[in-house]
């Protein structure tokens, strides 16, 4: 019996270890490949000034996919120029696919080559890219970041020239882009003493003649599929108006309410938040707003927040009520330096239309019940909100909901005009 116990014993004692190393191998790539598909998608629109930004971007992002798990994808639509400064010069977008090498490396698998003329800031060009993708990943959950410059709400190529629009005016005059004649147009503005870039959605043919820019109207009919989320690295995307615009394209959205410095995110460790088995985008949002509260000077600049679009309904109620009870101290803050902005003096004339929605309100002299209920909807959807104590040295950020909103202008028709088409105020009636 002993010897049986020492030969046999030990027989068994190697066949039950290797079994459970089997189970285990089975178990870990089970836990890495089981579950839903998932594609990450990146969007890049760098054909402008912040070309060489984007591009590092994609690097980092490349380097750091070796954490993604083998049922998950990574695809990148990327338009930049060859060269700093050639914006005259088309260039084919591509749309690429990340993938691990045999050895451990990561390679840049090109799935299609679009034509050089493409216009990436369009909504047709954003449909085909998706719809592609979509056929391509079936049955998957995907989720998407743009990254461009940004101009919130605001109607296409508005920020450029403000006073342009306004002066041609008209019910029936609303031209969806034109030719840009003497004068540069907005692309992030930089403080006049030698500050940081800022990324200022979808800025593409510069010095060409023809200026392209996306309305947030547009992107939301773009979309072949629901997200789970949509991340703007680009500036002023924060704020109630794109949250409420998007909610049916996507459950979260993760944007920031002020600009965003050019060099974006935090990209070198985005995808382990992204990929994280039940997704991780509070911890996203903290690894970004953690990295520029880290820094010193004029780049401890940044606000974000992460929105859960399917409560916004609450907020649209109680803000709709706050509205209609309130219109004339609302006009009567047309304008005012007391309520938190998000633009920078700087920027004054180009991006005064970004304030903080919980302050607007706040200054309404509200009754206790709505005061309750706007409370109450604002923790409902903000699931997480940080901002640094000032952006760039020109704003104060002493309040943050996690929302911006339009502070309306009476001598804005074409301004207006646009903002009675967006489902906010279709919801609310802040613009009548």
């Known amino acids: 019996m002993t010897l049986f116990r020492n030969i046999y014993g030990k027989a068994c004692l190697r066949l039950v270890l290797l079994t459970a190393l089997l189970i285990g191998f089975c178990a870990c790539e089970d836990h890495i490949c089981t579950g839903p598909k998932r594609v990450f998608i990146v969007y890049s629109i760098g054909f402008n000034n912040l070309s060489n930004y984007l591009k590092q971007d994609i690097e980092e992002l490349s380097k750091s996919y070796s954490s993604v798990p083998c049922n998950s994808h990574v695809v990148i639509y990327s338009h930049s120029t060859k060269t700093r400064g050639s914006y005259s010069t088309p260039n084919s977008p591509v749309l690429i696919e990340l993938k691990k090498t045999k050895s451990g490396g990561v390679v840049r698998d090109t799935i299609v080559t679009y034509d050089p003329n493409t216009v990436s800031a369009s909504k047709e060009t954003l449909h085909n890219v998706l719809s592609y993708i979509k056929d391509r990943y079936q049955e998957a959950e995907y ?8 101009t919130g709400w605001t109607p296409a190529d508005y920020c ?3 006073n342009f629009y306004e002066k041609q005016y008209s019910d029936t005059w609303i031209p969806r882009m034109r030719t840009v004649r003497g004068h540069q147009p907005y692309w992030g503005v930089t403080p006049e003493d030698g500050g940081p870039v800022v990324k200022g959605f979808g800025i593409q043919n510069i010095t060409t003649g023809t200026y392209h820019e996306m309305n947030i109207t547009d992107m939301k009919d773009a979309f072949p599929m629901k997200m789970n989320a949509i991340i703007f690295d680009a500036c002023f995307m924060g704020g109630i108006e794109v949250a409420y615009e998007l909610r049916n394209n996507t459950d979260f959205l993760v944007a920031s309410q002020t600009e965003i410095l050019a060099d974006g995110m935090e990209y070198t460790t985005m995808l382990k938040y992204i990929f994280n ?8 949002c903290e690894n970004f707003f953690n990295y520029y509260n880290d820094q010193s000077g004029q780049y401890k600049s940044a606000t974000i927040s992460l929105i859960d679009c399917t409560r916004l309904g609450p907020l649209a109620e ?3 009520e706050i509205f209609d009870a309130h219109r004339t101290r609302i006009a009567a803050l047309e304008g ?7 633009y920078r003096l ?9 304030y903080d929605l919980e302050d607007i309100a706040m200054f309404c002299d509200l009754s206790e019940d709505h005061k309750e209920r706007l409370k109450t909807a604002l923790e ?16 104060k950020l002493e309040k943050h909901s996690g929302l911006s909103m339009y502070l309306p202008f009476t001598d804005r028709g074409y301004l207006n005009n646009f903002y009675r088409t967006l489902e906010w105020n279709k919801a609310t009636g802040l613009v009548q």
């Not at 088995?277 to 996203?284: C, E, S, T, V």
């Not at 700087?346 to 970004?354: K, L, P, R, V, Y």
Request: proline share 4%; net charge positive; charged share 15%.
């Open 143 to 150: 989720s998407i970041l743009f990254s461009s410059h940004g």
């Open 346 to 354: 700087t920027n004054a004339g180009i991006h005064q239309w970004f």
């Open 318 to 320: 109680v803000c709709s």
């Open 380 to 395: 409902g959807c903000v699931v997480y909100k940080a901002a640094t104590p000032e952006f760039i040295s020109d704003i």
């Open 277 to 284: 088995r039940n997704g991780d985008l509070k911890g996203f």
């Open 336 to 342: 005012s330096m007391k309520i938190q902005r998000y």
């Open 160 to 162: 450029n020239d403000p």
